[in-house]
């Protein structure tokens, strides 16, 4: 399969260049600047992200950039900076940063990269640094007003860089840029689709797992779902589904869910074990040790009912790409932000390998897979839900009590966006139960009880989600009907906080 590598620097955009590769059927894999994977000929091609540093800096990356030359790249801000700066051009800090829409004054209309992009079209810009003085064989290809360097070519090579952020929907030819380069300039033959992914998951699976027994845990969400189906269909009865109610899922979702899954062919199998994730939670407050004890349980359930399977070999995981991203530095120099128990690994003393059929996806990839192999509407449209469930939505330490009463609120909401028809058109919503309580008057008496907040976000992949508008009629009533059907509950408030700075969950 043809690929094209991109190596990140820190930018935040380096997700955003994979989602706009992928988006013109070109697979795109993301690896950090100091780990550089090794090329096999199914490589085409490698683009060089953008990077919060300068190249200047002494800190700053500096990676080994031993295929230029030998195939296409396309170096993008920093990238740029960087190329100049070890072919031994100049850059400095700009006089006037750079930062926003830009317009492109000049083009050289013979290069392929400008094929189709006219002067005037606007790009976005978002450099400290500049490009002063190009080395004896790099050609200029554009310039903005403010860049006379804007972008260039080095000579007798595939080599491009632009000093403006391509993968930015600002950039209104951006994509018609990254077209010319996967397409006219790598080669690449567009044809990372959905059929063709499920076609060669399915012949993996098979080739990989051949007669051997795997085990999957099924969450009722979409990404697990698709997992499942992609595993029954390279594996059939090898496949053993199993899914947990862990006590921290949505109200009546374990027998819903359960329910949905018995006209998929799927061999599940249900699993209560509500208590034991209680008393792993119990006086646990810090986020990361709630994570931590519900992914060491889950995997003591799964070993519990793996071994009452015979000849179980691998256990498999609906993990896809952003909780890979989120926590793991395959960004290079970019933070983990949090773990994900999913994607943690196993004991030793476990004896199960892990396939992921799923690992390389966003989010709106897997759901364009599950419509490929036929997933049911209702679980292919529902809301993602974290794996640690309603105990990351509870910020404090879990009760049972706790629990019952976020089930509640979470219900009303969630029907509620059903019925308003508002459903479909939220990435994700939830409620927060809060470790404050606050005063307030029902009847003629005072009472001192919960806060909830509510959160709904739009989003793509969730990489990046803004807060959903939704209507304040709506609101008002999902917040009355809450403190009036939900004891214990007295505030409803509404988060308006995008992701960045914020994150989807609170913990």
Request: aromatic fraction near 8%.
């Amino acid at each position: 399969m043809q690929t094209i590598i991109i190596l990140d620097q820190g930018s935040q955009y380096t997700q955003l260049i994979a989602r706009k590769v992928r988006e013109l059927n070109v697979y795109c894999e993301i690896h950090p600047f100091n780990n550089i994977p090794k090329f096999g000929e199914d490589v085409v091609g490698v683009i060089l992200s953008g990077s919060p540093f300068s190249v200047n800096d002494i800190n700053s990356p500096q990676p080994d950039l031993w295929f230029k030359g030998k195939l296409p790249v396309l170096g993008i801000c920093y990238g740029a900076q960087y190329m100049v700066k070890i072919c031994g051009g100049k850059v400095e800090r700009s006089t006037k940063r750079e930062y926003g829409r830009a317009i492109i004054s000049s083009i050289d209309q013979t290069s392929p990269l400008m094929k189709g992009i006219d002067v005037g079209s606007q790009v976005w810009a978002s450099h400290g640094d500049t490009i002063e003085k190009l080395p004896a064989d790099f050609n200029i290809i554009c310039s903005t007003d403010n860049v006379i360097n804007a972008g260039y070519k080095i000579a007798n090579e595939d080599t491009y860089a632009i000093q403006f952020h391509p993968e930015v929907h600002h950039s209104i030819d951006g994509q018609i840029l990254l077209r010319n380069f996967l397409v006219d300039i790598c080669g690449c033959r567009q044809d990372w689709t959905s059929d063709n992914f499920v076609t060669t998951t399915v012949n993996n699976l098979t080739e990989l797992l051949r007669n051997d027994k795997v085990v999957l845990g099924l969450s009722g969400g979409v990404d697990s779902s698709v997992a499942a189906m992609l595993l029954n269909e390279a594996i059939g009865k090898n496949l053993n589904c199993i899914f947990v109610d862990n006590g921290l899922l949505r109200k009546d979702e374990f027998e819903t869910v359960l329910e949905s899954y018995k006209g998929m062919g799927l061999n599940v199998t249900g699993v209560d074990a509500k208590q034991m994730f209680y008393d792993a939670l119990k006086g646990l407050k810090d986020p990361e040790q709630k994570r931590k004890a519900i992914g060491k349980t889950f995997i003591d359930v799964f070993d519990k009912e793996a071994s009452k399977i015979s000849g179980v070999k691998w256990l498999a995981q609906g993990t896809i790409y952003p909780d890979v991203i989120e926590s793991c530095s395959v960004k290079g120099p970019s933070a983990t932000i949090k773990s994900h128990h999913n994607v943690g690994g196993l004991p030793d003393y476990m004896k199960l390998k892990i396939v992921e059929p799923l690992r390389s996806l966003f989010k709106d990839e897997v759901r364009r897979v599950g419509k490929v192999i036929g997933l049911k509407e209702d679980l292919l449209a529902r809301h993602p839900f974290p794996g640690p469930g309603l105990a990351i939505r509870i910020l404090s330490d879990v009760t049972e009590e706790k629990v019952r009463i976020l089930q509640k609120v979470d219900s009303i909401f969630i029907e509620g966006l059903k019925k308003e028809g508002l459903y479909n058109k939220v990435w994700q919503a939830g409620a927060m139960l809060l470790p404050v309580q606050s005063v307030g008057v029902m009847g003629d008496e005072r009472t001192y009880e919960n806060v909830v907040a509510l959160r709904a976000v739009e989003s793509v992949d969730g990489m990046t989600a803004d807060w959903s508008h939704l209507p304040y009629e709506f609101l008002a009533n999902i917040s009355n009907s809450i403190i009036n059907n939900v004891k214990g509950v007295n505030r409803v408030c509404y988060d308006i906080s995008s992701k960045p700075p914020a994150t989807i969950e609170w913990e």
